[in-house]
Nanobody, 127 residues
């Protein structure tokens, strides 16, 4: 099994920054792909960024966050990060860490392709 625990959410002003963390445990190969999703009230969950951990890191980003968000990992700490800069009100929502065994999940960033999920952490961006 894989366990994922997010932290780092909170409030920020437009233009501000937050860094989310996701501590992972469980079988390493089941966490080959790690990703961040978000869900705003009344909206569907959407893939924000993903990282395939093997064969040299490969990252994927949603168009709306490219150049503002950076996904990264620290293998020594079994931790995935999402650095969010230049935040906008539309970045608000619950952010979830997710994991899967497949490269395909990372490239698709579809919710249905990810097997393991954290409980989420809230991000609120407002002035």
């Amino acid at each position: 099994q894989v366990q994922l625990v997010e932290s780092g959410g909170g409030s920020a002003q437009p233009g501000g920054s937050l860094r989310l963390s996701c501590v992972a445990s469980g079988e390493n190969h089941k966490r080959a792909c790690m990703g961040w999703f978000r869900q705003a009230p009344g909206k569907e969950r959407e893939g924000v960024a993903s990282l395939y951990r093997f064969g040299g890191e490969t990252t994927f980003y949603r168009d709306s966050v490219k150049g503002r968000f950076t996904i990264s990992q620290d293998n020594s700490k079994n931790t995935l990060y999402l650095q969010m800069n230049s935040l906008k009100p539309e970045d608000s929502g619950a952010y979830y860490c997710a994991a899967d065994t497949t490269y395909g999940a990372c490239s698709s960033r579809r919710e249905s392709d990810f097997e393991y999920w954290g409980q989420g952490t809230e991000v609120a961006v407002s002035s």
